[in-house]
């Protein structure tokens, strides 16, 4: 495995981790959600978490361009989100109750996963 299927494959699998948080407990998710003014009910935690699981499930088996993209984008989307969270105070929601606010290094890591995930598009 090369290096970029690796680490697209750690962000797909932190996105598992981090959806599968979202069953169970999705109030962290849905507090972060209304703070930043975005739709917050459970049902929609519920399929973030979804979203990410199957996103995350479908990279771990197979990189390919396409999942790159989609672990891309979902990242890309995310990172928007922990901008906002940041300007509200607001935690991101990702591993459940008792979290900060996001900080840089979060962000950082986020972007790193786009960046990472834009290159698997091309590399594959």
């Known amino acids: 495995m090369d290096p970029i299927q690796f680490l697209v494959r750690v962000a797909a699998a932190t996105l598992l981790v981090t959806g599968m948080r979202k069953f169970p407990e999705p109030e962290p ?4 959600l209304k703070l930043a003014g975005l739709p917050s009910h459970r049902p929609w935690a519920r399929g973030l978490g979804f979203v ?26 995310l990172t928007a989100f922990l ?19 996001p ?17 698997g598009v091309f590399a594959a």
């Open 83 to 101: 901008f906002r969270a940041r300007q509200v105070g607001a935690s991101c929601g990702c591993f459940g109750p008792g979290e900060r606010p």
């Open 103 to 119: 900080s840089i290094l979060h962000l950082v890591l986020n972007v790193s996963a786009v960046l990472v995930c834009v290159v």
């Open 52 to 77: 990410e699981v199957t996103i995350g499930m479908v990279a771990l088996r197979s990189v390919t361009p396409a999942t790159s993209a989609a672990v891309g984008v979902l990242y890309v989307f």
């Open 29 to 32: 998710t849905c507090k972060a």
